[in-house]
């Protein structure tokens, strides 16, 4: 197998993502790989009122973004992180960064839509599957059911049961 230097998270900020994110750390502390983070805003279009184009609104949403983005940390502090904050069309933004930071192993959250919602919507990850250079490990954030059923037993075992 290939050593992992560099493994790329793109992030929504969505649940999916908060675990996919888990395992990125995981990987990127056992292979002592640097962990890049990456937020794709899309196409910004700006917003004109009378002929003036209001960018304080951009600029403001960047804001927040960027807030949001340097708040995804790992729990390890020896994981090397990097966060990148990127304006384009998802997919095609993610797959250039793969090729700036010469990633090794893209890890992403799947949001897991079927059906008509896909069709719809489409989706980020399969593109992202279809066309990458490097690996990917998509994951799916744990159901309601199963996340519960997790921190119950987590409760069970922290209390000696």
Same mark, same amino acid.
């Given at each position: 197998?290939?050593?992992?230097?560099?493994?790329?998270?793109?992030?929504?900020?969505?649940?999916?993502?908060?675990?996919?994110?888990?395992?990125?750390?995981?990987?990127?502390?056992?292979?002592?790989?640097?962990?890049?983070?990456?937020?794709?805003?899309?196409?910004?279009?700006?917003?004109?009122?009378?002929?003036?184009?209001?960018?304080?609104?951009?600029?403001?949403?960047?804001?927040?973004?960027?807030?949001?983005?340097?708040a995804v940390r790992p729990s390890d502090?020896?994981?090397? =992180?990097?966060?990148?904050?990127?304006?384009?069309? /998802? %997919? *095609? !933004?993610?797959?250039?960064?793969?090729?700036?930071?010469? &990633?090794?192993?893209?890890?992403?959250?799947?949001?897991?839509?079927?059906?008509?919602?896909?069709?719809?919507?489409?989706?980020?990850?399969?593109?992202?599957?279809?066309?990458?250079?490097?690996?990917? =490990?998509?994951?799916?954030?744990?159901?309601?059911? /199963? %996340? *519960? !059923?997790?921190?119950?037993?987590?409760?069970?075992?922290? &209390?000696?049961?």
């Amino acid at each position: 197998m290939k050593k992992l230097r560099t493994i790329l998270h793109p992030t929504d900020f969505s649940s999916s993502s908060a675990a996919a994110f888990d395992y990125a750390c995981q990987l990127a502390g056992d292979c002592k790989a640097r962990l890049v983070v990456v937020y794709v805003m899309g196409p910004i279009v700006p917003i004109a009122s009378e002929g003036v184009i209001i960018s304080s609104n951009i600029d403001e949403l960047r804001a927040l973004a960027r807030k949001e983005l340097d708040a995804v940390r790992p729990s390890d502090p020896a994981i090397r =992180l990097e966060h990148v904050l990127r304006e384009g069309p /998802a %997919a *095609a !933004t993610i797959l250039a960064a793969v090729q700036e930071f010469n &990633a090794d192993l893209i890890v992403m959250g799947t949001h897991g839509r079927t059906g008509f919602r896909r069709l719809v919507l489409g989706s980020v990850a399969e593109e992202i599957l279809r066309k990458a250079t490097c690996p990917v =490990l998509t994951v799916k954030a744990p159901s309601a059911k /199963a %996340a *519960a !059923t997790k921190t119950e037993n987590d409760s069970l075992v922290g &209390a000696g049961i």
